[in-house]
């Protein structure tokens, strides 16, 4: 026979949670127990503490009078010795040299022209010859002998003047040291309107004195009838030209003379 008090269940059934209850709570403290930090225990230090000082260097304040020293005697020295002048020495006098003058060059010859001869130099006044009387001309320009003479073996043509140069023409390009008399020879290309080009120097006399220069660079004032083979005029060929000079009188000729 089994007998039942509903009050010892009771207090069976609060006594286990209050023992749960209890078991948990020690398992939480003992837990923060053991994750708290430790305290560090500091003991005491019973070493005597050290002192110490820094005493000045006594090398530096012995440098100090010896260079102080040192300065006066050179100073004393410098006053003992005695300051010697600094004399300059007398420079020679130099003396300008007299330069002689130079000589002046030479005038360039001239020429000496009347009142006739200026008339005859007015190109206004000079007969004029048209294209169409050299064209229709029977006959050929005389041509010089042996072929080939000219430059780079062109045949030459003797030069018909259309307006022989005045002396003033001529007068400006002689060399200042010319010969008294002589004579200048060029081979020319004939071009339109009655003009030369390309003259090149063949000869002249006296050897050197610079007559065909003078008549190469006056050429370009020259009116020229150009060549005419069978009746054709020949604008392209080439002529030879030749000015015979004076000291007085510059006179123009054709070769032969």
């Given at each position: ?220 004032q020259f009116l020229v009838l150009p060549p005419r083979v069978n009746g054709k005029v020949m604008v392209g060929s080439w002529v030879r030209i030749r000015i015979d000079y004076t000291r007085s009188v510059a006179a123009t000729a054709d070769s032969g003379h």
């Amino acid at each position: 026979m089994t007998l039942s008090n509903p009050s010892f269940s009771k207090w069976r059934e609060r006594g286990g949670g209050l023992l749960f209850a209890l078991l948990f709570n020690g398992l939480l403290l003992l837990l923060l127990l053991t994750m708290a930090p430790q305290p560090i225990i500091r003991l005491p230090d019973f070493r005597n503490p050290v002192t110490f000082e820094m005493a000045p260097a006594p090398k530096a304040e012995k440098a100090q009078p010896k260079a102080e020293k040192s300065e006066k005697k050179k100073q004393e020295k410098s006053a003992q010795k005695p300051v010697r002048p600094v004399t300059k020495p007398d420079l020679p006098v130099v003396k300008p040299t007299e330069q002689k003058p130079l000589p002046l060059p030479s005038p360039l010859p001239f020429l000496v022209i009347d009142s006739q001869q200026m008339a005859a130099a007015d190109i206004g006044k000079m007969p004029k010859k048209g294209a169409e009387d050299g064209a229709s001309g029977q006959g050929s320009s005389a041509a010089v002998a042996g072929p080939g003479e000219g430059p780079g073996g062109v045949q030459l043509y003797e030069a018909e003047w259309y307006r022989r140069p005045t002396h003033a023409e001529l007068a400006s390009y002689l060399p200042g040291n010319a010969p008294s008399s002589g004579w200048g020879l060029v081979a020319c290309k004939t071009v339109d309107h009655y003009h030369v080009e390309n003259c090149q120097a063949l000869g002249e006399s006296p050897m050197g004195s610079g007559f065909a220069r003078a008549v190469r660079l006056a050429a370009w004032q020259f009116l020229v009838l150009p060549p005419r083979v069978n009746g054709k005029v020949m604008v392209g060929s080439w002529v030879r030209i030749r000015i015979d000079y004076t000291r007085s009188v510059a006179a123009t000729a054709d070769s032969g003379h």
